[in-house]
């Protein structure tokens, strides 16, 4: 099955400043790869997707590329703002739904 | 608000139980995931059910089972419960064909289980 892993596991930023996650999978079949964002408290929430046949996609700060041959995908926020502050987790999807483990962004005022 | 609903918000209860949760997917949606998050296990796949047939099963326990209605509400039963299965639960629903792959799926609040 799907095996999907994520780094870093805790990311410490100054408001400003970019904040990259990155995750590696292992099925190559994999081809529906989202981003979501979990507050303390709340469920995840969508923030941005990706499909295999496209390699970067972007949405006002946050984009996500992906590299299909090396098997990996991440997330980029730039112009960081303290409420950008919260647990993202990246996922893989073919069949089953694969969770990384988890970053905690926190970003500094 | 997801528009995905999630019963009991928080439960608590002994060794050996057995809970109910309860889960409304967003009007129009017609699958329904549920997740189990905790500490050590990050969000871990469950059960996927599509308009009442079940569709895909993840790292779901025997003990686990879970159904889904003819009005597209999901229950995940959860018995002779442990220490370790205290978690928080999510389900999500999506629009969905039946298959993960493309669907965006829409998380609820989720369900604390606390097992004494």
Same mark, same amino acid.
């Given at each position: 099955?799907?095996?999907?892993?994520?780094?870093?596991?805790?990311?410490?930023?100054?408001?400003?400043?970019?904040?990259?996650?990155?995750?590696?999978?292992?099925?190559?079949?994999?081809?529906?790869?989202?981003?979501?964002?979990?507050?303390?408290?709340?469920?995840?929430?969508?923030?941005?997707?990706?499909?295999?046949?496209?390699?970067?996609?972007?949405?006002?700060?946050?984009?996500?590329?992906?590299?299909?041959?090396?098997?990996?995908?991440?997330?980029?926020?730039?112009?960081?703002?303290?409420?950008?502050?919260?647990?993202?987790?990246?996922?893989?999807?073919?069949?089953?739904?694969?969770?990384?483990?988890?970053?905690?962004?926190?970003?500094?005022? | 608000?997801?528009?995905?609903?999630?019963?009991?918000?928080?439960?608590?209860?002994?060794?050996?139980?057995?809970?109910?949760?309860?889960?409304?997917?967003?009007?129009?949606?017609l699958s329904?995931?549920?997740?189990?998050?905790?500490?050590?296990?990050?969000?871990?796949?469950?059960?996927?059910?599509y308009n009442?047939?079940?569709r895909?099963?993840?790292?779901?326990? #025997?003990?686990?089972?879970?159904?889904?209605?003819?009005?597209?509400?999901? #229950?995940?039963?959860?018995?002779?419960?442990?220490?370790?299965?205290?978690?928080?639960?999510?389900?999500?629903?999506s629009v969905g064909s039946g298959r993960?792959s493309y669907n #965006?799926?829409?998380?609820?609040?989720?369900?604390?289980?606390?097992?004494?």
């Amino acid at each position: 099955g799907e095996n999907v892993e994520q780094h870093p596991s805790t990311l410490s930023v100054q408001e400003g400043d970019s904040a990259v996650i990155k995750c590696t999978y292992s099925d190559s079949a994999s081809n529906y790869f989202p981003w979501y964002k979990q507050e303390l408290g709340k469920g995840p929430q969508l923030i941005i997707d990706i499909r295999s046949n496209v390699g970067e996609k972007k949405d006002q700060r946050i984009a996500v590329t992906l590299n299909k041959t090396a098997k990996h995908f991440s997330l980029h926020i730039t112009e960081t703002q303290p409420e950008d502050s919260a647990v993202y987790f990246c996922a893989a999807s073919n069949n089953d739904m694969r969770f990384g483990a988890g970053t905690r962004l926190t970003v500094k005022p | 608000d997801s528009g995905v609903t999630q019963t009991p918000k928080h439960l608590i209860t002994a060794t050996g139980q057995r809970v109910t949760l309860r889960c409304s997917p967003r009007s129009g949606d017609l699958s329904v995931y549920w997740y189990q998050q905790s500490l050590d296990q990050g969000l871990q796949f469950l059960i996927h059910y599509y308009n009442g047939e079940e569709r895909a099963k993840g790292n779901i326990l #025997e003990r686990f089972s879970a159904q889904q209605f003819p009005d597209l509400h999901s #229950e995940l039963n959860l018995s002779s419960l442990e220490l370790g299965d205290s978690a928080l639960y999510f389900c999500a629903s999506s629009v969905g064909s039946g298959r993960f792959s493309y669907n #965006e799926q829409f998380f609820g609040p989720g369900t604390r289980l606390t097992v004494l």
